[in-house]
């Protein structure tokens, strides 16, 4: 019996079910490409490309006359109670992923160790090892606190500052960084070495000079062969001052090696690069390339990951990057996005990930980023929640 072609939307289509017809999408660059063919079985990868390049249908093979989404998976109504003042009454159970106590610990205990090692590779011993034993307590937080996330994603958006960069940086890394362990499967030993990796993975840059670091522009040749040693000159201080064990040690030296074996220092190639490494690298392009920097403006979050996708197989161990995107949320509800005509809007509702519904803070109405009609607005910017303060 030749099976019913039937028509299914894309909130109705499920995996494991079979194309039909072909499905043609416009690229990124505009150009008409084939997407899926004919008898492809859908898995649910594919089935957030669909979404993220707007298909709204796809034709499938069928013997029911059309496909449906069992009782219990319709769409939810949006909340009334969610369009009650979110803009200064966020809802109780929308918390950062770290408290503000924790966040401000761990930048102090951060801040502290990278002072120590200032005074030289042997230099001030007694003050680095107290800093690191203060750090241990704060590594068994962070670790705790993404382990019992109540929503099992991770967004850092919060975890930003300009004036001290470094601090929040290594932060950040490192709550991703676990954040993939704990996707990945790591237990409880490899999370908190991880994370004290994490946290210490640029911990070499404090012998570069400042105005290397700080530079406005790109850097020369010479000056980038000076800060690519920070990641063997980091290993070898942790190393001095006995912190961690091996694994540590080499997750802070390779973790700028990429997976096709185009990093330093040692050009090191896919499972020859420690796992902590591929799990940092990961982590630390996402939060540089979405953090304000003197030489460029931040990404936001959907582009920043796309360019992590786009690099999967070529500087990033995809195993790594498809945890990375599982954790990831990029638009956490009530978080604050400015759009491309410079209204703004609070994340009511995040089930499309890269476009979310917004409470316009202008109007009240809602606005939905993935609808037909909404396509020409983008997102251009993560705000700072007081910047609605004009609004209250």
């Given at each position: 019996m030749v099976a019913n072609v039937v028509s299914a939307s894309i909130d109705e289509v499920k995996a494991g079910m079979v194309i039909a017809k072909t499905i043609s999408i416009v690229n990124d660059r505009g150009v008409n490409m084939v997407f899926a063919r004919p008898n492809t079985r859908l898995t649910d990868r594919i089935i957030d490309g669909l979404r993220n390049y707007n298909v709204k249908s796809v034709s499938l093979y069928s013997d029911k006359p059309k496909v449906v989404l069992p009782p219990d998976e319709p769409k939810k109504p949006f909340s009334a109670a969610r369009r009650v003042k979110p803009i200064i009454h966020p809802p109780a159970d929308t918390r950062p992923v770290l408290s503000q106590e924790l966040q401000e610990k761990a930048v102090k205990n951060i801040r502290n160790l990278f002072d120590a090692s200032k005074a030289g590779m042997l230099g001030n011993m007694t003050t680095a090892y107290q800093a690191v034993k203060e750090l241990d307590t704060v590594i068994v937080r962070i670790v705790d606190t993404i382990k019992s996330a109540s929503s099992g994603c991770i967004h850092i958006n919060e975890i930003k500052s300009y004036d001290e960069y470094t601090y929040h940086h290594s932060l950040s890394v490192a709550v991703l960084s676990v954040a993939i362990g704990q996707e990945m499967g790591l237990g409880e030993f490899d999370l908190h070495n991880l994370c004290r990796?994490?946290?210490?993975?640029?911990?070499?840059?404090?012998?570069?000079?400042?105005?290397?670091?700080?530079?406005?522009?790109?850097?020369?040749?010479?000056?980038?062969?000076?800060?690519?040693?920070?990641?063997?000159?980091?290993?070898?201080?942790?190393?001095?001052?006995?912190?961690?064990?091996?694994?540590?040690?080499?997750?802070?030296?390779?973790?700028?090696?990429?997976?096709?074996?185009?990093?330093?220092?040692?050009?090191?190639?896919?499972?020859?690069?420690?796992?902590?490494?591929?799990?940092?690298?990961?982590?630390?392009?996402?939060?540089?390339?979405?953090?304000?920097?003197?030489?460029?403006?931040?990404?936001?979050?959907?582009?920043?990951?796309?360019?992590?996708?786009?690099?999967?197989?070529?500087?990033?161990?995809?195993?790594?990057?498809?945890?990375?995107?599982?954790?990831?949320?990029?638009?956490?509800?009530?978080?604050?996005?400015?759009?491309?005509?410079?209204?703004?809007?609070?994340?009511?509702?995040?089930?499309?990930?890269?476009?979310?519904?917004?409470?316009?803070?202008?109007?009240?109405?809602?606005?939905?980023?993935?609808?037909?009609?909404n396509l020409n607005l983008t997102i251009t910017r993560v705000c700072a929640v007081d910047e609605l303060s004009e609004h209250v």
């Amino acid at each position: 019996m030749v099976a019913n072609v039937v028509s299914a939307s894309i909130d109705e289509v499920k995996a494991g079910m079979v194309i039909a017809k072909t499905i043609s999408i416009v690229n990124d660059r505009g150009v008409n490409m084939v997407f899926a063919r004919p008898n492809t079985r859908l898995t649910d990868r594919i089935i957030d490309g669909l979404r993220n390049y707007n298909v709204k249908s796809v034709s499938l093979y069928s013997d029911k006359p059309k496909v449906v989404l069992p009782p219990d998976e319709p769409k939810k109504p949006f909340s009334a109670a969610r369009r009650v003042k979110p803009i200064i009454h966020p809802p109780a159970d929308t918390r950062p992923v770290l408290s503000q106590e924790l966040q401000e610990k761990a930048v102090k205990n951060i801040r502290n160790l990278f002072d120590a090692s200032k005074a030289g590779m042997l230099g001030n011993m007694t003050t680095a090892y107290q800093a690191v034993k203060e750090l241990d307590t704060v590594i068994v937080r962070i670790v705790d606190t993404i382990k019992s996330a109540s929503s099992g994603c991770i967004h850092i958006n919060e975890i930003k500052s300009y004036d001290e960069y470094t601090y929040h940086h290594s932060l950040s890394v490192a709550v991703l960084s676990v954040a993939i362990g704990q996707e990945m499967g790591l237990g409880e030993f490899d999370l908190h070495n991880l994370c004290r990796c994490a946290l210490l993975h640029d911990i070499g840059k404090v012998w570069i000079p400042h105005e290397i670091i700080a530079k406005p522009s790109k850097l020369n040749s010479s000056e980038y062969e000076i800060v690519k040693q920070h990641a063997q000159n980091g290993g070898q201080y942790l190393k001095n001052i006995v912190i961690g064990n091996m694994e540590v040690l080499l997750g802070v030296i390779f973790h700028h090696e990429k997976y096709n074996g185009g990093g330093y220092p040692r050009k090191l190639k896919e499972d020859d690069i420690p796992l902590y490494s591929r799990i940092i690298s990961v982590a630390d392009v996402y939060d540089a390339v979405t953090s304000i920097r003197p030489y460029r403006h931040p990404l936001i979050p959907s582009d920043a990951l796309e360019l992590i996708l786009f690099d999967s197989g070529v500087a990033f161990d995809p195993d790594v990057v498809e945890a990375f995107k599982e954790k990831l949320e990029m638009y956490p509800v009530n978080s604050v996005l400015e759009l491309s005509d410079n209204r703004k809007g609070i994340v009511v509702d995040n089930r499309n990930e890269r476009r979310p519904v917004l409470l316009m803070t202008d109007s009240g109405a809602l606005l939905d980023l993935s609808n037909f009609n909404n396509l020409n607005l983008t997102i251009t910017r993560v705000c700072a929640v007081d910047e609605l303060s004009e609004h209250v």
